[in-house]
């Protein structure tokens, strides 16, 4: 298939009219952001909406871009190392942040960087407002706790002292989707680590993220052996696809090693050489 089924037109000026919209076409209507997910599973058939809503014109949803924001850059260098290695710059000036996340492909690397940060997802519906923790807004491979008539409007993350994070990624070349990526965010209270977070992208981790790597580090010294071990528990516990980037022990054994590296270096840019 090379074009898309028919389908109706209407451009959002606000988050109101935009949820007015979603409410009118009750089910039929699809919001259209940057396009670069939903526009080709429109052309494959995957996906037939009656009506694009497109939000693109919203004001309210033109937040900090994360390439360019020196603070964003300072307070979570995880997702400017993240969105660096994110297709190239045509994709990347046009594809939107809350798209990625709502499209929830499971090799999407925003997904796993904003996990790693423990982020809040704020969806707005007709009636009210939710605040989710982006670790309960996935519900599995393109799913995502958004229902019908809502849509997301806000990523919120936490900005807390004592901590740094990373985002590493193997690609077969530059630009095009992971093979593995992990972000890594870490919170220390002098060697201690207080807080963590591990998300990865493309190895078949649940909700995107190492639950038990992280549970295994909460508390514990900085070491080199304790990041290694991290690595090796959240290997143990990931599912990678088999496809044609690659088998899953050759993917376990990169989950491994980027989790560890990635640790390593979100410890060393919170001042901690390890
Ligand atoms: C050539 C190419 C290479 C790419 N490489 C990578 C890569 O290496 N890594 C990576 O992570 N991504 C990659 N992407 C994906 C890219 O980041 C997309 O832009 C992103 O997945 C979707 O964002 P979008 O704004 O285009 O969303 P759209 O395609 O417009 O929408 C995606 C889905 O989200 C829904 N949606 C959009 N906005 C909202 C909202 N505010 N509230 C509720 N639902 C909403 C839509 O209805 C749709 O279901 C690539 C894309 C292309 C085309």
Not at 59 to 82: H, N, Y
Not at 93 to 98: E, I, L, Y
Not at 130 to 155: A, Q, S
Request: charged residues 25%; proline residues 5%; negative net charge.
């Amino acid at each position: 298939m090379q074009v898309p089924a028919q389908f109706e037109y209407e451009r959002a000026t606000s988050i109101a009219h935009a949820v007015q919209l979603l409410g009118k076409y009750n089910g039929a209507g699809r919001l259209i952001a940057g396009g670069h997910s939903l526009i080709p599973m429109m052309k494959l058939r995957l996906a037939r909406p009656e009506v694009l809503i497109d939000i693109n014109e919203v004001a309210e949803l033109g937040g900090i871009s994360l390439l360019d924001d020196d603070e964003v850059a300072q307070l979570f260098p995880i997702l400017r190392d993240a969105e660096k290695v994110i297709a190239d710059p045509i994709v990347r000036n046009r594809g939107t942040v809350g798209g990625s996340v709502c499209q929830a492909d499971p090799s999407e690397d925003l997904s796993a960087a904003f996990s790693a940060l423990r982020a809040y997802a704020v969806v707005q519906g007709p009636e009210t407002q939710r605040i989710v923790p982006l670790r309960d807004f996935f519900v599995g491979p393109y799913e995502t706790v958004v229902g019908p008539g809502e849509l997301l409007v806000e990523l919120r993350v936490p900005v807390r002292t004592g901590g740094s994070s990373a985002f590493l990624k193997v690609s077969r070349r530059a630009g095009d989707w992971a093979v593995g990526a992990v972000g890594a965010a870490v919170w220390l209270d002098g060697d201690v680590i207080t807080e963590v977070g591990i998300g990865l992208s493309a190895l078949g981790a649940r909700n995107f993220v190492a639950v038990e790597a992280e549970d295994f580090l909460r508390g514990r010294s900085v070491s080199a052996d304790v990041l290694g071990e991290a690595g090796r528990i959240a290997a143990e516990h990931c599912d990678p696809p088999v496809d044609q980037r690659g088998p899953a022990d050759y993917k376990r054994h990169l989950a491994a090693t980027l989790v560890t590296r990635a640790l390593q270096l979100a410890c060393r840019r919170a001042g901690r050489e390890v």
